[in-house]
């Protein structure tokens, strides 16, 4: 990449008059930088105004939105993870969350692996059938799906919330590892077939290895979406003591009007976005990266 | 393909028995497809393919859920439907939704992402601003938050008296702002609403045309450049077909998000804002489901957001193949 543009460059620098005048460049460059600080200043002080305020006591949120709070105290915090029952909202959506991406994981590498790489009749229709899945709004199924995990006896439990899930969540992880499994070379295959693997074997022990990548992808962003899945819940797990971090977030949210812990309000935000933003910073070259992946097919 | 010329050249090198086995139904063949694609599938086919279809079905009834009789009254909810001022207002609130959206977050996204990457000097290779990584990582932030944490955090800064946004603007001297509702008015409600909606996603898109605009070959920007186009003019004229993909993809995710929405609403105006200027379908097809019993009703709702969205889809495919897609995307 470098040594093919370096020699039409050098080229443009030796002909002065195809480029702009030095003032002219910074005076853009300074302007970018304006617009893009400003654009950076928008999306960061609302974040740092809510971890600010996740530490007044609701009378200083009262007396003014700029003041500092007078001590750092974590007073807000255990009430809200206590009192308003965050905490226990946490526990059930690190237990949904971690189960369902597990399931949805392995289901969804085997069934694109065996769509990718096996010719049988309605292949492809099953292949756009997965497909479907991901055009129709969630809002179509979610009476009909209420009443179907009703008859399973699943309703309003955390393993309903789970299969619902890794169901929803399984078209977008086939759609996304179908192209993965399909481009992993047919000779790796034959080789481990040669050497006595199974079909069980080579999928465990050579494939899912080899679309480690693409795994890891999908992965974030299951994990993105199912901590941040809110229709869900809402519809079909309507006992508050399985309630998730979304659901119990908007259910305090809508409580705080009436009974104004506004601080534990805060503190409840905080709690629920460290954990997604640790993830973000840790992986957030290889998400980067995965969005121009999953969207460029 | 691939999968079908292989076994045929592996048969014709008659290498041996090892290769002849994989095509032939042995046990380890037909139990690994079996389970590898049954489990999967019978769950989605359970719980995605049959709700689906079973909705299409009860929209045409009068089902009240807990009943087990129901009537067919065929298309009678459609026309209750489009009937109701209520639904057609949240209706509206949808289509507008989606028309500017798309268009707000794309143009600020586009803009972004051409600002990080193409607008550092000019002299000799084409490079991005110093520190754009820093711009993309910050912007990013946003996507990756609950989307009802940010309704919720909105809210608050939204609040007359205490939030954020009056705050600011009342100690820049602006003294209307002082106790402005800016949810609680019927002119401002739904602006600020989208506005939350664009902040949230903004930074994800940016990220994609990022990574777009990186794959176009550095040349093109060289003889643009040469032949003594500006900047704005690169921009659209090379830039923007060139990333015309992504652009499409890009309005049918928004599209289908402002279509839904029903997260930011609910966080930011649950009852539908003043005077229901801010009521989704969505959110008239869980109340008319949850609280008032009428499935039959609810599911027809869910009918017309699912039509829709698929004409909305069809609409941007069809625009932009009209527009002379491929031929300059490939």
Redesign the interface.
Known sequence: ?TA???G??DV??AAPQ???P?AQ?RA??AA??T??IL??A??????L??LL?SFKTTRE??A???ALPTSFNFVNYVNAWTTAGIGSYFVNTVIVVASALVIVMV??A??S???A????FGNRA?YY??LA?L???I??????????LRNFGLLNTLPGLI??Y???A??FT?FFLFSFFRALP?ET??AA??D?A???ST?FRVMLPMAKNGMASVLIFNF?GL??Q??IP??LNTNVQNYV???G??NF??QAGYSVD?GA??AA?VI??AP??V??VIF?RQ???S??QG??K | M???V?PLR?DGAS?GP??H??RRLTF??VS??T???G???A??L???????I???Y?AMTDWS?FTDTQNFVGLANFGKILDDDIFLKALRNNILLALVLPAVTLVLSF??AN??TV????????RG?K?SG????????????????IG??????YDP????L??ILT?LGFDGARSFPWLGDERTAMVATIFVIV?SM???YM??FV??IK?IP??LF?AA??D?AG?LRTALRITLPLVR??VQ??WI?LG?LA??A??YM??LN?GGGPDNSTLV??QQ??TT??RKGQ?GL??AM??V??VV??AF?ACVFLANRLLGGKEVAR
């Open positions: 990449m093919t543009t370096t039409p460059s443009e620098v195809t480029t702009r030095p460049e853009f460059g970018s930088h617009v893009l654009w950076s928008v999306v960061i002080l609302p974040l105004w809510t305020t949120i009262f003014s939105p700029f289901l969804g085997m069934c692996y065996v769509l790489r096996f010719q049988f099953i059938l997965m899945g055009t129709f709004p809002f179509l199924a979610i009476v009909p799906l209420f009443f179907t299969v619902t890794v169901a929803f399984l078209p086939v047919e295959a034959e077939a040669i006595g199974g079909e069980w999928f993105l901590w941040n809110f229709l809402v519809a971090l979304s659901q977030m908007a949210a809508s506004f309000l805060f935000v629920t976005v997604v933003l993830v973000y957030q998400l980067q990266g969005v121009s969207t460029s | 691939t999968a079908v292989t592996a290498v090892a290769r086995r994989r380890d063949r690994f497809v389970v590898f694609l489990v999967p599938l769950l989605y359970i719980f995605v393919v049959s709700p689906f079973q909705a299409c009860y859920g803009a972004l600002l990080v607008s550092g000097t000019s002299r000799g290779q084409t601003l520190g820093f711009y993309r990582t910050v912007s990013f932030f946003p996507y990756v938050i609950p989307a009802i944490v919720i955090m909105w809210s608050q800064i008296s205490n939030g954020l009056n705050g100690s902040w903004v930074g994800f990220v994609l990574a777009a794959g550095a040349e060289e450049r040469i003594g900047r993909d992504q993809t890009a995710y289908i279509l839904d029903f997260v609910a966080a649950p379908m969505s097809l869980l489901a949850f499935f609810a599911c869910g009918v957001l699912a969205t698929l889809a």
